[in-house]
T-cell receptor, first 110, second 115 residues
Framework: GNSVTQMEGPVTLSEEAFLTINCTYT??????LFWYVQYPGEGLQLLLK?????DKGSNKGFEATYRKETTSFHLEKGSVQVSDSAVYFC?????????FGKGTKLSVKP | GAGVSQSPSNKVTEKGKDVELRCDPI?????LYWYRQSLGQGLEFLIY????????KSGLPSDRFSAERTGGSVSTLTIQRTQQEDSAVYLC?????????????FGDGTRLSIL
């Protein structure tokens, strides 16, 4: 079927640590892939996207590369900040909607 | 407006009552989406509109849920005879058009609590 699986949290890191949040998808074909972020008390915001294989989406120091061989779209950041504390959702495009992973809560400690 | 606007931001109601949630999309966006976010279920797609048409209503959880969009702009999600399991945050999003690669822009949601 069509689904998105992302690593379960919560993830707790110290400031300036390296971040990886894994995301894999199942689909027929090559859907567009997205990362959304939800800061405490706020709605979802688009963080980055990639629309075809080998594309790299990037924003605010975050990166994710569309890997068709491994059907993955892992989110990375080289040095996290306290302000990055939020819930991160991986999503794939589908006909008329987005299919989301269950979200990964990230807490960054000073 | 500049972003997707939802109202009310919070709604508390008694079991069995009807509720109506409103979404005002970004101006010029022809596609509009409703999702539900709850602790146990994550983000669940409900329905989308292209213009005033809803091609796929299969995501609505039961026949107590309905949605409409008129004038290609504002949409309302109506829940009749609310149940406690309807308690969740209802999110609305819009995009320029429907398409796999179209990023969706979300409102802040309506937090619905059924007593």
């Amino acid at each position: 079927g069509n689904s998105v699986t992302q690593m379960e949290g919560p993830v707790t890191l110290s400031e300036e640590a390296f971040l990886t949040i894994n995301c894999t998808y199942t689909a027929t074909g090559y859907p567009s892939l997205f990362w959304y972020v939800q800061y405490p008390g706020e709605g979802l915001q688009l963080l980055l996207k990639a629309t075809k294989a080998d594309d790299k989406g990037s924003n605010k120091g975050f990166e994710a590369t569309y890997r068709k061989e491994t059907t993955s779209f892992h989110l990375e950041k080289g040095s996290v900040q306290v302000s990055d504390s939020a819930v991160y959702f991986c999503a794939r495009g589908s006909q008329g909607n987005l299919i989301f992973g269950k979200g990964t809560k990230l807490s960054v400690k000073p | 407006g500049a972003g997707v606007s939802q109202s009310p931001s919070n709604k508390v109601t008694e079991k069995g009552k009807d509720v109506e949630l409103r979404c005002d999309p970004i101006s010029g966006h022809t596609a509009l989406y409703w999702y539900r976010q709850s602790l146990g279920q994550g983000l669940e797609f409900l329905i989308y509109f292209q213009g005033n048409s809803a091609p796929d209503k299969s995501g609505l959880p039961s026949d107590r849920f309905s949605a409409e969009r008129t004038g290609g702009s504002v949409s309302t999600l109506t829940i009749q005879r609310t149940q406690q399991e309807d308690s969740a945050v209802y999110l609305c999003a819009s995009s320029f058009t429907v398409g796999d690669n179209q990023p969706q822009h979300f409102g802040d949601g309506t937090r619905l609590s059924i007593l």
